[in-house]
């Protein structure tokens, strides 16, 4: 199948300002990302940033990179100016590679790109993998998503779901037996069609008071298809300590 990959990258940070241009093993974090993505099957892997100095260090590496707007609430905003700007038919598929991760697996990217490109109704497709601990579950960090029958998401949330009334009647925190719950993966592939209408939808209450963009599409009627992984992949940069792990990766990969 065909689908481009897109690596949306700014530079405003509240922990870690200029982030996509911090050295990892000797290359910029968001040149580390792109070499991940372009590890997929993507025919096309494109950075979208609203700083040149960006836009110039990812294509001194041999990227392509496009500069967009700098006024976009969210990524998935700037995905849709490129997208808009590439002239995409209504069926391509686009898959969001969040820009602070240098650790994504190129498979799970292949894999999400096929999942929606199998799913002709749903808009978006992403992924998720079972929670194995309590902590995870009542970490309001770690989104949780429960699904449909069909694999579609019912609701994203930062609040443990689902709620296992009886096993959590004493007050205490732990994982119910057999409980299906899932952690969210925030790996996105799209409809270009749908990208093009995004901008546009009007944001409900449960994105605002969950702050998930992903339920914008939920509120206004899209599917979105869920892939279950069968492990949850490492976490992104957001800190000094994420910094300092990603680094020892890449040390013991060189």
């Known amino acids: 199948m065909s689908f481009i990959a897109i690596v949306p990258a700014r530079w405003a940070s509240t922990r870690l300002p200029g982030k996509p241009l911090l050295d990892i093993a000797g290359k910029p974090m968001i040149v580390r990302t792109a070499e991940q993505a372009a590890r997929s099957g993507a025919d096309r892997v494109i950075v979208a940033t609203d700083t040149a100095e960006i836009q110039a260090a990812v294509q001194a590496h041999g990227f392509e990179a496009l500069l967009t707007r700098a006024d976009h609430p969210t990524g998935t905003d700037r995905l849709a100016e490129v997208a808009a700007r590439l002239g995409l038919s209504e069926d391509s ?3 969001n590679v969040q820009g602070d991760e240098p650790l994504i697996d190129p498979r799970q990217i292949d894999a999400v790109a096929q999942l929606l490109a199998r799913d002709a109704d749903a808009a978006i497709a992403t992924c998720a993998s079972a929670i194995g601990h309590a ?3 009542f970490d309001p960090n770690a989104v949780k998503v429960v699904c449909d029958q069909r694999g579609r998401a019912l609701y994203f949330s930062r609040a443990p779901i689902p709620w296992a009334r009886d096993a959590l009647a004493d007050g205490r925190r732990k994982l119910a037996t057999g409980l299906p719950a899932l952690h969210h993966i925030g790996l996105y592939a799209y409809r270009a069609g749908f990208l093009a ?11 605002r008071y969950e702050s998930l963009e992903q339920l914008r599409a939920l509120e206004n009627g899209h599917a979105i298809a869920v892939l279950r992984t069968e492990y949850h992949p490492a976490a992104g940069v957001d800190t000094e300590a994420d910094l300092a792990r990603v680094r020892e990766v890449y040390g013991n990969r060189l």
């Open 93 to 95: 598929v686009v898959v």
């Open 197 to 207: 209408r995004f901008p546009k939808l009007p944001v409900g209450p449960l994105e």
């Open 135 to 137: 902590d995870t579950l």
